[in-house]
């Protein structure tokens, strides 16, 4: 679609059909208290080489500028993107991922997300996962929301150690619609006190993040069977897709909806977003699942095809009994995703996810070689908490200041975790960059 | 569409505005949509049938019948508990489209009170109601 701004003869001539003297009189019934009354400053137009010097001044102030290391991660993944994702990613075909009215007239869009779909699956171990959603956090609570409508009980437990901004997201939610949400605490090797949720009657659902805020790998064999047993619905999060190229992955180990953020998968770190919400939930509960769902299906002459397929559950047709009020993905990032995760292969994943492990545990032991204590047993992926002495803050703040960004304080999260930071490895990072960390703590 | 004269109503049933129909069998009445409602839908997909045991009022919803197009709420003719259901349609959702009155009914209830079914329509009281539409 082409930007065609409109010219001052176009709103005269506009203006001049409505009846109207000026743009300000087309606006009279909103409040003049909410209005912005002032003249609005914006610097003049940038030439396009003045715009550029710009953004690179802009840039360079971030932290996700090259001039910096970063061993922080805490929901967004330094990973790198191969040269295929953004190459086909570019292709006019895909530029608009926009679902037409009539879906099916776009083949190669359905089919994009066909594939996505089957690939997320696979990697999850379930077996059916939607279009995708917004993001990690709404994938969640939409989840949450899902296990709501399928036990018809109105409370859920959630992990203290899920990501702190998706439990925001899932109480934003939830707030004005009255569902109780009661939190998990943890235990001492930084993994979810499952066993609590016994005392509480009536649950729907209980939500866990694997690996969770912490670094920390759930026992989700043991969740899941303990939900089975209490007759509820297992919510397994996670915020590193990544982990499950190792890992054994939440289906297998008997989770009824899983959900995370896909952003690891071929999309950069953007400040905040956009994301991409994965979605998968075993076939019994596909009726309830939020977002759309493509499908394969054969044409009046047996040819193979891909259409929208349970559309009937979406709010434009079943209007106010809709699953969710989401009647759309995220398909450029989900397009992203279905192209890394198809450039990688299982193998490379899983290469790829060993890599990751491997270093965060080298610098692991680094740093406990230096003194430091990790407080937390349970096994870890590429995250890992550790123990700082009282002090570190200005250690922290001097390394911001040479480009190193030395983890996430968890007190800002967690006011009980004071001196406690969560530390990241990623692929991206070399042996040289975490000897140096280290050096640099020490000194 | 079928005209309405081409429809396929059975005289010995009781018909709701909603175009579900009753049907007494013994102590127990067979519950499903009529040829009108199937036509209406096209081809039924999937059919969300209550559990046995569950006890529903007059009026109330109590499953829905899910179309390509379109999703209806079923609406019990009589108040009653669900016996049973035809779970055939689990598997087999367009059996209500081939035969609605007969291997396409949805639930068998055991009526709370059967002079309910007094308040339903007869054929042509429904076939009336049909042309006025």
Not at chain 1, 35 to 42: A, C, D, L, Y
Not at chain 1, 113 to 136: F, H, K, P
Not at chain 1, 236 to 265: D, M, W
Not at chain 1, 318 to 334: D, L, V, Y
């Amino acid at each position: 679609m082409r930007y065609l701004p409109h010219t001052d003869e176009d709103i005269s001539a506009m203006l001049e059909a409505v009846g109207v003297k000026c743009l300000d009189d087309l606006f009279p019934t909103v409040p003049e208290s909410c209005r912005f009354i002032k003249e609005q400053t914006i610097p003049g137009p940038f030439t396009e080489w003045e715009l550029n010097g710009h953004m690179d001044l802009l840039a360079k102030k971030q932290g996700v500028s090259s001039g910096y290391r970063r061993f922080i991660g805490a929901g967004s993944y330094e990973h790198y993107i191969p040269a295929s994702v953004s190459t086909l990613l570019g292709r006019s075909e895909f530029v608009t991922p926009y679902t037409p009215y009539q879906p099916e007239i776009s083949q190669g869009t359905l089919q994009a997300i066909y594939e996505y779909q089957t690939l997320v699956a696979r990697l999850l171990g379930m077996e059916v996962a939607n279009a995708s959603l917004y993001d990690g956090a709404s994938a969640l609570a939409e989840a949450l929301l899902m296990a709501v409508r399928i036990t018809g009980k109105r409370k859920v437990a959630v992990s203290s150690a899920i990501h702190p901004h998706y439990r925001r997201v899932a109480e934003t939610y939830f707030r004005p619609s009255g569902i109780e949400v009661v939190t998990l605490p943890c235990l001492e090797n930084g993994r979810t006190d499952v066993a609590t949720i016994d005392q509480f009657q009536d649950l729907a659902a209980v939500a866990v993040q694997s690996p969770n805020f912490f670094g920390c790998i759930e026992d989700l064999k043991g969740i899941c069977e303990r939900c089975d047993s209490n007759d509820l619905l297992s919510v397994i999060s996670f915020t590193e897709p990544l982990a499950y190229g190792l890992l054994k992955n939440p289906g297998r180990q008997g989770a009824h909806i899983v959900c995370g953020e896909g952003r690891s998968f071929g999309l950069p770190l953007w400040f905040g977003g956009p994301g991409l919400g994965m979605f998968a939930c075993r076939t019994k509960y596909m009726r309830n699942m939020p977002g759309r769902l493509i499908g394969k299906a054969l044409d009046r002459e047996g040819k193979s095809g891909f259409v929208l397929t349970l559309a009937t559950r979406e709010q434009h047709i079943r209007r106010e009994k809709a699953t969710s009020n989401i009647c759309t993905n995220s398909s450029h990032c989900a397009l992203a995703a279905v192209i890394y995760m198809a450039t990688l292969g299982g193998t490379g994943m899983r290469e790829l996810a060993t890599l990751n492990r491997d270093k965060s545990e080298y610098l692991k032991k680094e740093l406990r070689k230096a003194g430091f204590r990790i407080p937390f047993d349970a096994p870890t992926f590429n995250e890992f908490v550790v123990e700082f002495p009282t002090g570190f803050e200005q250690t922290h703040k001097r390394l911001l200041d040479k480009g190193i960004v030395a983890g996430l304080p968890l007190a800002s999260f967690y006011p009980a975790m004071a001196g406690k930071y969560l530390l990241c490895v990623t692929e991206t990072v070399s042996r040289n960059d975490m000897d140096e960390l280290v050096r640099e703590i020490r000194s | 569409m079928k005209e309405i004269s081409e429809l396929n109503l059975p005289e010995d049933v009781y018909y709701t505005k909603n175009h579900e129909w009753a049907r007494l069998d013994g102590e127990e009445a067979i519950i499903g949509i009529t040829d009108y409602a199937q036509d209406q839908l096209g081809d039924i997909v999937f059919v969300e049938m209550p559990q046995a045991g569950d006890s529903f009022g007059k009026g109330e919803e109590f499953g829905t019948v899910e179309s390509v197009k379109a999703v209806a709420e079923l609406y019990l003719p009589i108040g009653g508990e669900i016996v049973s259901v035809n779970s055939s349609l689990e598997e087999s959702p367009e059996l209500v489209n081939a035969s609605p009155h007969g291997d396409g009914w949805i639930a068998r209830i055991r009526p709370a009170d059967p002079g309910e079914m007094n308040a339903l329509m007869s054929k042509n009281a429904y076939l009336e109601m049909l042309k006025g539409v």
